[in-house]
């Protein structure tokens, strides 16, 4: 069965700092793989989503992530965030029998 | 508007009672999902159907069980099996395998269980 990590269960950051938030993943055939944002009182939404081609992916909202397939990462990242950045977010996996798997979140919290 | 609902948005129930939560789909989706959100835990699937008429457990399905009879449907039943069933409750869908490409999962707004 497939895991997914997310190392980082909650992140302090002020405005305008850089944000980096791992994910690593352990099934070792073809994936898919996602980042998805739970805005407070809001839906979970998609963040940015990566098939197949070039490793490094955009999102809405200026994220960005990188797939590195020798690490087993999907690693997001913004150069600066906002306060409006402030929610929960979660790396997801889809396997080839497209079965999801979730990461335990990571909250962000930036401060104004 | 094409989207995920579920109904209702809260919802609470003596202990032992049965309750079932609706998630209806608009967006001619074949696969959908139910998952359990717990602080610190992440999404939890509980079970899934990838087709009508077809559903298999996820990883926690004791004491939950489901129905696939349309296309648009995918209730879910909290049974008084289930020992711990306060939760937030999340209905999510996807095009499938069916399709040539592949697809996220696309999220409903949730249905908030407390058991008294």
């Known amino acids: 069965a497939q895991s997914v990590s997310q190392h980082n269960h909650h992140v302090i950051l002020s405005e305008a700092a850089s944000l980096e938030l791992g994910c690593n993943y352990s099934y070792g055939g073809t994936v898919n793989l996602f980042w998805y944002v739970q805005y407070p009182g809001q839906h979970l939404q998609l963040l940015l989503k990566?098939?197949?081609?070039?490793?490094l992916v955009k999102g809405i909202k200026g994220f960005e992530a990188e797939f590195i397939k020798s690490k087993f990462s999907f690693n997001l990242r913004k150069p600066s965030v906002q306060w409006s950045d402030t929610a929960e977010y979660f790396c997801?996996?889809?396997?080839?029998?497209?079965?999801?798997?979730f990461g335990s979140g990571t909250k962000l919290n930036v401060k104004p | 508007d094409g989207g995920i609902t579920q109904s209702p948005k809260y919802l609470f129930r003596k202990e032992g009672q049965n309750v079932t939560l609706s998630c209806e789909q608009n967006l001619n989706h074949d696969a959908m999902y139910w998952y359990r959100q717990d602080p610190g835990q992440g999404l939890r699937l509980i079970y899934y159907?990838?087709?009508?008429?077809?559903?298999q457990k996820g990883d926690i399905a004791e004491g939950y069980s489901v129905s696939r009879e349309k296309k648009e449907s995918f209730p879910l039943t909290v049974t008084s099996a289930q020992k711990n069933p306060t939760a937030f409750y999340l209905c999510?869908?996807?095009?499938?395998?069916?399709?040539?490409?592949?697809?996220?999962?696309?999220f409903g707004p949730g249905t908030r269980l407390t058991v008294l």
């Open positions: 997801a996996v889809r396997d080839n029998f497209n079965k999801f798997y």
């Open positions: 999510a869908s996807s095009m499938g395998t069916s399709g040539r490409a592949w697809n996220e999962q696309f």
């Open positions: 990566y098939f197949s081609g070039d490793p």
């Open positions: 159907s990838q087709i009508v008429n077809d559903f």
